[in-house]
């Protein structure tokens, strides 16, 4: 019996759990200001008009570019329905919902479970 453990055991790696990804994020290194200011002298209104079209990128900034635009459209949608509460009152609201249940089939009635008489 010792015998099968101890060769089971061979195989088995040693060590501390690595991890895909350092705690924090992936960094990446910044430009020089000498490049920098050599780029900015040459295409000074190109790169004014780019910064304005596409905001700067957060290095330790985890998501992808479609998960970035997906919660922009996320705000996006929850400030349109905010505004849409807003505009309405509660007995608007109310007096919307008991229109929308009158539509619906007796299918969707709640059924009776208790019943004496």
Known sequence: VSWVVTCAMEN???GKLKLKKPLGGIKKKKKSKKTEEAGASSSAPEAAAAEDVEPEED??????????????????LDSKNAKKKA???H?????EFND???KLSEHHDV???AGGA
């Open 100 to 102: 929308k249940l009158s």
């Open 12 to 14: 088995a790696i040693g």
């Open 87 to 89: 505009e309405q009152s």
């Open 59 to 76: 290095p330790l900034d985890p998501r992808t570019a479609y998960e970035k635009k997906w919660d922009e459209q996320i705000k996006k």
């Open 111 to 113: 059924p009776r479970v």
């Open 91 to 95: 007995r608007d609201r109310i007096n």
